[in-house]
């Protein structure tokens, strides 16, 4: 209920045995930040910069983004953002990009490949996004990281811009915003820990994981009900990419839609993630959830279910960490 919304506001995500869990929001549009702040979202998760680039033919210009980028981060008062650059390919389309037919397009030219094949493209959305860390705390995400290469040829970029922007005498935040990496291929989650050591924190999406992981395109229906957030192989790449980062010190989040679960973010928290961030509109129910579980509970179930071979058995012991008590 409403009411009951406005009270979860402003408590915090803790576990009935006190582990604090930080609960974030994804945003699309910049018209979403008053939900956002309704439903006590404490920073935004994942920034999706899509929305600049749709809907119009030409592309936008570095000013353009800044101050798109500039009125979101000031709209958060002080509250964290993580800024993801362009995720276009795939599922997600733009005709400014003009990007042609491709074969296979969840597995071509997209995310940051595309960025990497377009430098000026790249290097005007890192001077945006450093600019708007003058703003408030921002940290910078690149999506569909597969390789260590990838990310060296971003920092690059990412220092050329800033040599340009210094010597152009544009104001930057000092320190400069962190850099992180998605965790979104297979490839790149079995690869977390050489990762780990060349960037400043992870974000797991789920969704993309999920989908390279099983062979399952996200967006076809045909294959939705093979679509299992709770595959073995799916929760092993997590657990992984969650100790490769406690190992090597940098802070992990989960951003795909499995975050967005009240009873698969109890997995979650089972793996050791307790930073969340999901559509606003489920922060209330997972906040709720999260306030009835234990985290030891969570963690002996989630072991236990890591254990199983079956997916119905999985799938129930899974069904324990939703506390319903309405
Ligand atoms: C994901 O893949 O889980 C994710 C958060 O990114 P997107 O849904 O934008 O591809
Ligand atoms: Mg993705």
Redesign the pocket.
Known sequence: TRRNLGRLRDLPAETLDGARVTVMA?VELAGELDTVHQCGAEGIG?L?T?FMFMNRPTLPSEDEQYAFLRAIVEGMRGRPVTI?TL?VG???LSEALELGESPNPALGLR?IRLSLSRPALLEAQLAAILRAGLHGPVRLLL??IGSIEELRQVHVIRDRVVKRLRAASVPLPDPLPPLGV?I?IPGAALSADTLARHCDFF?????????YTLAID?SDPAVAPLYNPLHPAVLRLIQFTVGAAARAGIPISV????AGDPRLAGVLLGLGVTSL?MSANNIPRVKQNIRRLSLADAEARTAALMALDDAQAIAALADHLLVNRE
């Open positions: 994804n994942l999706r899509e993801r995720d795939g599922d997600k995310a999506p569909m998605m979104e974000a797991i999406g789920t969704n993309d994981l999920i989908q996200r951003c795909g839609e499995m961030s």
